[in-house]
């Protein structure tokens, strides 16, 4: 796929006999502000920045229209590209005022389907912006994984550190701020600061195995921390289970291994 042909007539018009149920089917999505509908013009496999594939895709770019009324859109077709030129207002309460404001979205085209969504700063550098590379060639052997981290949300960093310390955590914050680190017997945990963070609603949780859960829950019990504190009990699938819930709502299961089933 390259840039857009050098004659915008006959670039048009061979884009609009091939894409022309596109861009109808764009220019009432738009128009609607329900991007779902575009779904039937888009590859599976399509792109756009950091999101690949159909589902996610559409999601995201519906979550990032609904903050917007589209008042105009003119959709233009050419061989190898879509190109949608917006007139944008703020949703109210959902941004700041503002005037209008233009967008301009690419979706770059193949056998049919949109392959690839990208912003353009206007209507010229849509006609010659470029296709994102392919992703890179799988290798020839999995690679190993050699570590895992869970990352937990917490409202202040400071006071997540503390908590973890006195858990028996060895913790350090990051120097750049807003992030933090807690390690011990070769298990790491790291930490978000989100200001806003709901801890009544958070859904992060991780599970330790252990070797003593009763021991665990005595040592973080007198640890002198506040949250949520579970006595370990036994299960039926041969684990015996406590569990606390931190500060800012993240759930820390643990278990150790009953010694029969």
């Known amino acids: 796929m390259g840039a857009a042909a050098s004659s915008p007539a006959t ?18 999505a738009l128009l609607s502000g329900d991007f779902r ?20 895709v559409v999601d995201y770019v519906g979550r990032e229209f609904r903050r917007f009324v589209i008042e105009t859109a003119d959709v233009e077709a050419y061989p190898d590209r879509v190109i949608a030129i917006l007139e944008l207002r703020a949703v109210e309460g ?15 085209a193949r056998d049919g389907r949109i392959v690839e969504l990208q912003m353009a ?40 550190l503390q908590h973890y310390d006195l858990l028996g955590f060895t913790v350090s914050a990051y120097r750049g701020g807003g992030y933090g680190y807690a390690e011990r017997d070769g298990l790491n945990l ?8 709901d801890p009544a609603t958070t859904t992060s949780a991780i599970y330790l195995y252990v070797d003593d859960a009763d021991s665990l829950f005595a040592e973080w019990r007198s640890a002198g921390v506040s949250g949520q504190f579970f006595e370990p009990r036994d299960t039926d699938y ?12 993240n759930l820390i299961r643990f278990g150790s291994r009953l010694d029969s089933p």
């Open 121 to 160: 700063a206007d209507r010229d550098e849509g006609l010659t912006a470029a296709p994102s590379p392919p992703p890179p060639a799988s290798p020839d052997s999995p690679t190993r994984l050699t570590g895992l981290a869970a990352v937990l949300p917490v409202r202040d960093l400071a006071a997540a």
């Open 94 to 108: 959902k941004e700041p005022p503002a005037h209008r404001q233009s967008q301009v979205v690419v979706g770059f």
């Open 190 to 197: 790291h930490f978000c600061a989100v200001p806003n963070l």
């Open 37 to 56: 509908q575009v779904e039937p013009t888009l590859a599976n496999d399509v792109r756009f920045g950091s999101c690949v594939g159909l589902p996610q």
């Open 11 to 28: 670039s048009a018009a061979l884009g609009m006999e091939l894409y022309g149920d596109i861009v109808k089917r764009w220019r009432r």
């Open 238 to 249: 041969g684990l015996r289970e406590g569990a606390h819930v931190d500060r800012d709502g």
